[in-house]
């Protein structure tokens, strides 16, 4: 959705001779329309207003997911739209029939309102195996502890939660 993050996707594409891919400079989301982005300025921006992230606000397009997954069947699923991964996937449940695999970067970063145990769950009620992986604390958000006892504890983190349809035996 980043304008500048689009530019560096176009430049890359273009280095590497792949003009066969498809692009859309537009925020995943669950309408068409336009959303209103934050942009971080170096490679992160999300939907809506982030705490603790100093950002410039846009307005950009926005496309529903739904409606490009329920065209055709998709091997590989790649989300990493910085905490809107929930409502995202929430709207495309029903359309999730047409994905093999999914890798979604879970952006847990309101410790009152987690996202991970909800897309466990609606993942694996679509029929997916999951599994996760590369747990990174966002030291460099800030954050209170909220009295934790523990020094080193971080609240906000990104995790990689991968799911996939079990082999069917045969």
Excluded: M, Y
Excluded at 29 to 34: C, L, R, Y
Excluded at 52 to 70: E, F, K, M, Q, Y
Aim: aromatic share 6%; with cysteine.
């Amino acid at each position: 959705a980043d304008p500048a993050i689009a530019a560096v996707l176009e430049r890359n594409l273009t280095r590497n001779g792949a003009g066969d891919v498809e692009r859309v400079a537009a925020a995943v989301w669950i309408a068409d329309g336009t959303v209103e982005f934050s942009a971080e300025g170096s490679d992160s921006g999300a939907i809506g207003e982030v705490p603790g992230l100093p950002s410039r606000r846009l307005v950009v397009p926005a496309v529903r997911l739904r409606d490009w997954l329920v065209r055709e069947p998709i091997d590989l699923l790649k989300i990493d739209i910085e905490g809107a991964e929930l409502a995202v996937l929430q709207d495309c449940e029903d359309a999730l029939g047409q994905v093999k695999a999914i890798h979604v970067e879970v952006h847990d970063l309101a410790p009152g309102r987690r996202l991970l145990p909800a897309c466990l769950t609606l993942l694996e009620r679509a029929g997916f195996t999951t599994a996760l992986s590369g747990l990174l604390p966002v030291t460099w958000r800030s954050f209170d502890p909220q009295g934790s006892p523990f020094a080193d504890a971080v609240p906000q983190w990104v995790v990689v939660l991968r799911a996939w349809r079990p082999a069917v035996a045969g």
